[in-house]
Every structure is written in structure tokens, then in C-alpha cells.
């Protein structure tokens, strides 16, 4: 049995050809690209999207053995709206990072909406979901308003655009992961929303129908280079829920955090709960007909801090910016509070924007840097510590997983910080791994998955914890202006 697993993510398209002993075969990548066109706007081409997934198809499936089965793992809350009829995008795909919609989500907010939309979704009216960025698409644009009119507007997250394409448009769905993320389903009925619909100002019928995360999603179609047509896709889950899958989690209280260009954490939980404290209630998947629910902390710059702070020293590559961070022994009283696109869990915080704070005669490069590491994990730490609380239970270990997890030091810092064990996976595509275990379960050849841990046990003493801790806090409320 050979999976294609499908990760589709903001800063690359990658794939892979995993065995059924869960062993990687081949992988293949290639770049995205996002554009900022306005302050606060991030956007990419679903064009791009697409091509980038044909090209590391074709790619890997060069003498490669027959594939039977598909997998999806895509990037969240980036909308994607094209026209049925053509396949066309009709127009940028709005990333999660985008807060184009801002003033719009504050005005919901100010009418008294938020507690309906909480009750009903689990989340908080936030531009980083894609509800609002549909309203706005049919605010600003006569052309999707004419094709809602006329039934042929289409409206997904990149999953479901992946699907539209991968089966040559004759499947137009997402999976319960997916939608659980967009503001407009109801996770408690499980369903798409009526009320949320009319909340935001959308209809429903330019949305996907919604499969559970093992369903049925349809074939491949014919033209896609390396690819039969027939090829069954049985999987489909959010990067950061196919993360949580792959790690073998799934017992409640068990956390994981992805460190990417943001950061997800996720703990699973015995049923489904609605936080208070600016962490999200989510649905982890859907499997076998039972659904399984997670509290989660979206974090919306974290690794995308080192690239920054990598830019602005000048230096050419993001590991570059680690080595230099290893030349001091701490911040020398640096924070770095990476609000470059407001701040995300806990705080939801559209208005804060980035400060380094602490600076002096003293301070150097390196401790900038090490600035710029240290507000990976303290950001962590922040959603680490609310989720504990929501949850009302003390976490024992924190997986990890995502680029950023490859730096030890970071590591070491960020099992410091929360004052437990912190588990990083040996394997770099542990999503990827995810949802290939899911898609080869559903066609009953379940997959075995070892990926190996590094780990990291804490070694400052509390003292230090608490003293770094509150110089954080100190910072991120000069960054919220508070």
C-alpha cells in the first residue's frame, strides 16, 4: 500500500510517497509565495497553490510505484474563490495572516455578536478565519457578487480547493477540521450555520459539502501528470489537526505544538468546551463516525519572527540568525514581542503591534537574535499556559513538531519556560505522516508510525522562569498599548 500525502503549506507545497510500515519513500517541495500588499494584508495566487501541487506530483511519481491512495494536509483559514465554470480564481487567496477584515470583524463584535458566534463555532470573531474574508470578497468585488447570484460562486479553504482541482471539478468539498476553522459551522451541530451565514452576510450555497475527515472525496481525474485517474482521496484534515493525528495522540489532555511560520497548539479534550481565556474550541477530526474535539491556541507570527529578525540583521539565511543566537548566553535584557500582524492566542489583539524593548549601549546582534528565538517560546508558553487553565489539568509533556522545533536551543528554552518535558519528533513531516495514517486506515491497511523523540527537560530554576516571564508580559502589554 502506497500513500500520497499531500502538504500544502504558506511557505511550501511539499509531498510525499509513505509506505505502509509509515516509512517515507520520496518527498518533493516547492516554494510559496505570499505578497503584502497593504499594511496587514497577506495574500497568495490559488494559481500558484495549484501549480506548485501538480509540480510536486509529478515530481515524485516519476518511477515511482503505483500510488492507491491520497491524503490532504493544507494550510487553514486561507480562503480560496474561484468560478465554477471556468475553475478560475476570481481574485487573490486571502491568507489566515490577513487582517484585511479588521475593522469589519470589530464592528461584529461591537453589534453584540461575539457570544452567539462563540456558543455556536468555539472561536472568536477574528479576521484570521475566513467568514469575514468571504464577506468581503462579495463587498468589494461585482464579480463574485454576480456569480453567487447566479449559483456558480464557489468559496473554500485550500483543501477544498485542492479537492476541486484533484478530481477535475466534479467534487466540490472539505472536510469537518476545515470548517470547524471558518467561523460559518456550527461544531456542535456539525453543520454549516444558518444564523452564522446571515451573521457575516454569505450564503450558503457558495460553500463545499462537508465530509468527515476519513470520508469519501472522490477520484482523481484524468491530466494530472504522474497521477492515474481513479485514484481514491480518503483523507483530509487541517496541518495543524493531520499534526496532531500523526503524533499518535489521542488521549484527552495530551498537547502539541507546531512550529511553523505561526504556531498551533492543540490538546485534545473528552468533549467539546468553550473557553474563556482567548483559546479556541475546535474539532480535531472526524473518524469512523466519531468526532473528537481539541481546545487550540492559534500563535500568528512565530517562526515567521526569526525570518524577520533575519532580515532586518541581514542576515541571509533564518538558520544564520540561530548560530548568532548561540554567540550569547541570554537576551541581555531583550524582548521581542513579534505583533507584525497583531497578536493572536491569548490575546486576539488586532491593534498591537512589534516592539523590541530593553535596548542599551550593551546590547549586540546576538542579542537580538536571541531575542527573536526567545519570543518563539514564550509565545508557546502564553497559550501553553491559558489552554492548561481552560482545560483545568496539568500537562506532563509538549510534543512538537514544524521547522522551528529543529532548533534545540529553542527547544531546551521553551521546555524552561513551561517547566515540563517537551517531546520533539525525529521526523519532520509529522502532518503529512498524519493524514497518510488516516487515508490508509480508510481503505483498511491501517499504517504504523514511529517517529522517534528528542527530549527536553527543564533546567533553570523557577525563579528564572518567573523573572523571564513576567519581562515578557511586561512587554507584550507595552506592544497592546495597555
Sequence with gaps: MICLAIDQGTTNTKALLVDQSGQILSTASRAMTSTYPHAGWAEQDATQIWASTQAVIAELTREAPAIDVIGIANQR?????WD?????????????QCRRTAAQCRDLVDQGHGPDVHSRTGLEINPLFPASKLTWFLNTDARARDLAHSGNLRAGTVDTWLIWNLTGGTVFATDHSNASRTLLFDTN????????????GVPLSCLAECKSSDGDFGCTGPGIEGVPAGIPIRAVMGDSHAALYGHGLRNPGAVKATYGTGSSLMMLTEERLLPNSGISSTVAWTEGGRTIYALEGNITVSGQAAEFAAEMLGLDRVTDLADLADTVDDTGGVTFVPALAGLGAPYWDDEARGLFAGLSLGTKRGHIARAAIDAIAQQVADVF?????????????LRADGGASSNSSLMQLQSNLIGCKVERSQVAEVGALGVAAMAANAIGHPMAIDLGTDIFVPVEQPAKRKADRFRWRRAVARARGV
Design 189 to 200: 451541530a456539525m453543520s454549516w450555520s444558518n444564523v452564522l451565514a446571515d451573521i457575516f
Design 84 to 96: 465554477a465554470q471556468t475553475g478560475d480564481p476570481i481574485g487573490p487567496a486571502p491568507l489566515w
Design 77 to 81: 483559514e486561507t480562503l480560496v474563490v
Design 385 to 397: 499556559e491559558a489552554m492548561s487553565a481552560d482545560a483545568g489539568r496539568e500537562t506532563a509533556a
